[in-house]
């Protein structure tokens, strides 16, 4: 997301929030497609309930 300035960091973990991280990664090989530059490994982990007991 940061390097195609796609959203900032808020927007990311709101996007994680409401879509999950394939969405991102859709999001990111879209830009890739578009700017033509080769598809990378892509790895997003999204925590939640770490405050739970």
Do not use: K
């Amino acid at each position: 997301m940061d390097r195609f300035r796609l959203a900032d960091w808020p927007t990311v973990i709101a996007l994680l929030a409401s879509s999950g991280p394939a969405d991102i990664v859709r999001r990111v090989r879209q830009a890739e497609a578009r700017h033509a530059v080769a598809a990378d490994d892509a790895t997003i982990t999204h925590c939640t309930g770490l405050g739970a007991a």
